[in-house]
């Protein structure tokens, strides 16, 4: 369960278990508080990945071509 500890400036700091860490607060919904529980929904996007690691690519080749 991942719940929200505090606020300490533009940070959440966030209890998941024992383990506690911090994010962003721009992440969370702007009502969110204290004491909430917070859902997390992940996914990977394949065609942003793509143009990442192509310009990623393009910007290296420009860097060691002669």
Do not use: Y
């Not at 959440?12 to 009502?31: H, S, T």
């Amino acid at each position: 369960m991942l719940v929200i500890d505090r606020f300490e400036g533009d940070w959440a700091v966030m209890e998941l278990g024992r383990k506690v860490f911090n994010i962003p607060r721009l992440l969370l919904p702007a009502e969110a508080k204290e004491g909430d529980v917070i859902n997390i929904d992940t996914s990977i996007d394949r065609e942003a990945t793509g143009r990442l690691q192509k310009s990623t690519g393009k910007l290296a080749d420009s860097l060691f071509e002669e």
